[in-house]
């Protein structure tokens, strides 16, 4: 529990291809506790040079500035994936959002999709391209999302809805040195949903200028639309509300975590 007097060290940066996004992220955070009188300092884990001297830098900082907590505004590997969660806990260093395991499963969406399927929970239809392969076309029929296995921000995202796309789509994903998902098209509505300690906040619906919420949109100020609360009817609202504690609680997820769903017009709710 947050003190007037707690240390918090926002750890941003890092090595993976949302780098500046988390850059992005541990600003802001770190903003708003200054504006909040809150004692803080914002650390990069830099991507240059040996990772074991950037480990070595962080705690010493850490240790420095007498954290007495860690945030960690990392996305995607060593950020999301359970890695930097890790290590904070063998250095017994208290941090935001879920831990180790939950930290993992729910950065590996193909893991996570087996995870929503064994509990009941809806996903969108979805096949695996084995990192370095390369198919002739694509295993589901279009139109299809091609995502990276492990990443975040939608870096590496692509829709496609010819097959002549697909390749190109392929090599996009594929840029990033992992598997690449490929996903089920689903028409709808996008909707966020904040969970915090098991408990869903208001849903936001997102309406990006294009198909898809990509990363342009993402990180462009005015790139979408944000509608919180999402303009729905109840039934529909209070059910999303439930598919996301459900999603956060199957993960095992602790603090704060966000479920990102598509809505059916026919009221069918997707966890991607």
Known sequence: MLTPATRVLVVTGGWSAEREGCLASGKAVADCLEAAGQPCRLHDLAPAGPRDAA???LLAEAEAFRADVVYVALHGPFGEDG??????????????GSGVLASSLANDKVVAKQVFVANKITTPRSAVIPRGARPAGPPLALPVVLKPRALGSSVGVSLVERTEEFGAAVELAAAHGQDVLVEAFVRGRELTAGVLDGEPLPLVEVVPPGRIYDYAAKYTPGGAVHKCPAPMPKKQYEAAQRTAAAAYQALGCEGAARVDMIAEDTGTLYVI
């Open 55 to 57: 480990v070595r830098g």
């Open 83 to 96: 890695t930097i969660q890790g290590l904070l806990e063998l250095a017994g260093l208290p941090y935001n």
